[in-house]
């Protein structure tokens, strides 16, 4: 059980301790040439399971509102891609900006900088469909485990940074990312994801 209450985390398909969770990013190159990039780093309410789930893991869920203090006290986040390497956006430089709302961590990062390489990587990979989900790194401060400690729920976080990421760990984060110089029909497109998933969640608990 000592691992079940390990506090730093990015849980990810292969174990390492990490919470991933991805909504639907989207990539898509703006009039200037600058690239637009935006997601959900994480969905709250949506229980995924850790080490394979119970008996053996553990089923987690972050809770509505975990991320709202540290968005609201101006954590120093980066935008990554599988949680390492050089930024590609910061919150600190002004080029990365997080919002705390109802459906979980809204990511954006509206002007990625065309000349990085890395930048040009990711822009090829999400408009071929060949990475489509995203995920957040992150310090446990408040947290519930039931009786048996086969659920937990994660009521508050620290956020180090969010990522565009090779492995999902939640069916519901997966994307179908687009290359668009169009901003409002891409802002639209994304409207409706969030829409669709929020139906999803409200026929998942008949």
């Known amino acids: 059980l000592a ?29 200037d040439g600058t690239v637009f990039v935006h997601g959900y780093a994480t969905v709250y309410d949506f229980p995924y399971d850790v080490a394979g789930g119970p008996p053996f893991g553990w089923s987690e869920t972050i809770v509505r509102d975990a991320c709202r203090v540290s968005v609201a006290q101006g954590a120093d986040v980066r935008l990554l891609i599988n949680h390492d390497g050089m930024p590609l956006a910061r919150t600190k430089s002004g080029t990365l900006r997080l919002e705390n709302d109802e459906l979980g961590l809204y990511s954006v990062a509206p002007s990625l900088d065309p000349r990085s390489p890395t ?66 029909l891409g802002d639209a497109m994304f409207q409706l994801r969030q829409l669709q998933v929020r139906g999803d969640r409200l026929r998942g608990t008949r």
């Open 3 to 31: 691992a079940r209450h390990e506090d730093v985390g990015v849980v990810d398909r292969v174990g390492r301790g990490a919470c991933e969770l991805r909504f639907h990013p989207e990539i898509r190159l703006n009039l």
């Open 119 to 184: 930048v040009q990587s990711l822009l090829s990979a999400m408009s071929r469909g060949d990475m489509d989900e995203m995920s957040f790194a992150f310090k446990v401060k408040e947290q519930e485990w039931n009786d048996d400690y086969t659920e937990r729920h994660i009521t508050e976080v620290m956020l180090f940074d969010v990522s565009v990421v090779t492995y999902p760990a939640n069916p519901a984060a997966s994307a179908s990312p687009r290359r668009d110089t169009d901003a409002q």
